[in-house]
T-cell receptor, first 117, second 110 residues
C-alpha cells in the first residue's frame, strides 16, 4: 500500500524568507502524481502544485517549487519570499496515475506553517 | 466561477439526530468525494461516486450514507450522529488528475 509521510508537524518562517517542507512517500508503482495542497485556517483546501512522476523537471508555480527526487521517493515543497498569506496547513498527497479520476488521494499528516512578520 | 459549494458551512445537531450535509458543483465533474477531517488531521475518504456508481471505503461506518441524485449534487447522511462524528466534512470533485475541494461543513454534535 502507498504511504505518504510528512515528518515536520510544524514549521515557522520569517516573512520574505524561504522555507522547505518535506514529504516522502512509498510506492511500488511507476505511474503516479504528487500534489501539495494548502488549507488555510477555516478556509478551503486548494491545490498548490502538481508533479507527474514521469516528468523529470521539477514543477514550479510562481513562488512555489518542488524538489522531486523519484529514486529517493522524496517530494519537498519550497516556498520563496514567504508571505503572511502562506500561513496554512500543507498536505502532501499521492495519487495513482492509472485508473482514471476515481483514484483516491493518499494524504500525509500535514505540516502547519506559521509565517512571522 | 465554476466551483464546489457546500451547505451549510456550520451544522449543529444533537446526539442521535439524523443530519444531512449537501454538496453541489458547477464543474460538471463525474466524480464526487466525501471526506471527514478531524482537527489537525489529514482528510479521511469516506466514499466516492463515479457518476452514479457508489464506492464505499472499507472502514467507513454504516452510520454514514450518501446519495447522488444527479451530476451536480451529492448528499452525506449521518443516520445517528455520535460525539465522535464531530468533524469537518469536505466534498471534492474530479474529472482527471486533480481534486477540487469545497469549503467544508463543520459539524458539531451536542
Amino acid at each position: 500500500a502507498q504511504t505518504v509521510t510528512q515528518s515536520q508537524p510544524e514549521m515557522s518562517v520569517q516573512e520574505a524568507e524561504t522555507v522547505t517542507l518535506s514529504c516522502t512517500y512509498d510506492t511500488s508503482e511507476s505511474d503516479y502524481y504528487l500534489f501539495w495542497y494548502k488549507q488555510p485556517p477555516s478556509r478551503q483546501m486548494i491545490l498548490v502544485i502538481r508533479q507527474e512522476a514521469y516528468k523529470q523537471q521539477n514543477a514550479t508555480e510562481n513562488r512555489f517549487s518542488v524538489n522531486f527526487q523519484k529514486a529517493a521517493k522524496s517530494f519537498s515543497l519550497k516556498i520563496s519570499d514567504s508571505q503572511l498569506g502562506d500561513a496554512a496547513m500543507y498536505f502532501c498527497a499521492y495519487r495513482r496515475g492509472y485508473g482514471g479520476a476515481t483514484n483516491k488521494l493518499i494524504f500525509g499528516t500535514g505540516t502547519l506553517l506559521a509565517v512571522q512578520p | 466561477d465554476a466551483m464546489v459549494i457546500q451547505n451549510p458551512r456550520y451544522q449543529v445537531t444533537q446526539f442521535g439526530k439524523p443530519v444531512t450535509l449537501s454538496c453541489s458543483q458547477t464543474l460538471n465533474h463525474n466524480v464526487m468525494y466525501w471526506y471527514q477531517q478531524k482537527s489537525s488531521q489529514a482528510p479521511k475518504l469516506l466514499f466516492h461516486y463515479y457518476d452514479k456508481d457508489f464506492n464505499n471505503e472499507a472502514d467507513t461506518p454504516d452510520n454514514f450514507q450518501s446519495r447522488r441524485p444527479n451530476t451536480s449534487f451529492c448528499f452525506l447522511d449521518i443516520r445517528s450522529p455520535g460525539l465522535g462524528d464531530a468533524a469537518m466534512y469536505l466534498c471534492a470533485t474530479s474529472r482527471a488528475r486533480e481534486q477540487f475541494f469545497g469549503p467544508g461543513t463543520r459539524l458539531t454534535v451536542l
